[in-house]
Every structure is written in C-alpha cells, then in structure tokens.
C-alpha cells in the first residue's frame, strides 16, 4: 500500500476533492491532507501557519465526500500543536475525524506524553 502527502490538497475543498479522487484513480492506498496555509512550509521549521479549523474542516470532509473505494484512506494531518498548543490541536483532529477523517496525523508533538493525549482523545488511529 502506498500513502501519499497532498499537501494542503492544493487550494479550496473542491481541489482537495478532485486530489483525492485523483490519488484513488492511480491506485494509491491514502493521502494525507494538511491544515497549513497555502504555500506551507516544512512540519519541523518555525514560522508555520494554519488555516482556521473551519477551513480545515471543509478541505477534510470534501476530500471524504470524493472518497469512492471505502478502504481509501483520508489523514488529517495537523500543524496546528506549534502554532495553536495542544489542547487546541486536540479540538481540531477531534472535528476533523467527526468530519470524515479516517485517520490522523499529529505533527510536531513535543514528546510521549503528547502522544499519549492525542491517543485518549481520538478515536481513530494515528500516524505517528
């Protein structure tokens, strides 16, 4: 299986959408999508921003509305601990599996213990 990052799904919902469909065509296995601003910057360099949770929710439940193979797999992956902390990163990956996330993605986490919260409060797996 092969998992494949698009990014912040390449503008609107609607471009996530098409991405997604596009990767399920080629016969890839998931993607990840992202909640950074467009252009973003590497996961591990300061200075990163996020879209609003909203926004981030609209690109996330697009992209699984497009889903057609149920075993495709949609991450949500999250920038939003450096920027936000992590209590508000929790809140996010929380609405963004409630919007169709099948998995998530939780960048930057600062050691175990964090993992460890974002474990007990998600319910789906998460990609560490």
């Not at 998931?30 to 200075?47: T, W």
Request: charged content about 30%; aromatic content about 4%; overall charge negative.
């Amino acid at each position: 299986p092969t998992i494949i990052d698009i990014d912040t799904g390449f503008g609107e919902p609607m471009a996530a959408a098409r991405t997604v469909r596009t990767m399920e065509e080629m016969g890839l296995s998931a993607c990840h999508i992202e909640d950074q601003v467009m252009p973003k910057r590497c996961g591990h360099l300061d200075g990163k921003e996020v879209v609003s949770a909203d926004a981030m929710v609209q690109r996330v439940k697009a992209a699984a509305d497009a889903k057609r193979d149920p075993n495709f797999i949609l991450i949500a992956r999250s920038d939003a601990r450096a920027v936000e902390g992590l209590d508000k990163a929790i809140d996010r990956m929380k609405a963004y599996v409630d919007a169709g996330a099948d998995m998530i993605f939780p960048e930057a986490m600062a050691n175990e213990k964090e993992f460890e919260a974002v474990r007990k409060a998600i319910r789906v797996p998460i990609l560490a």
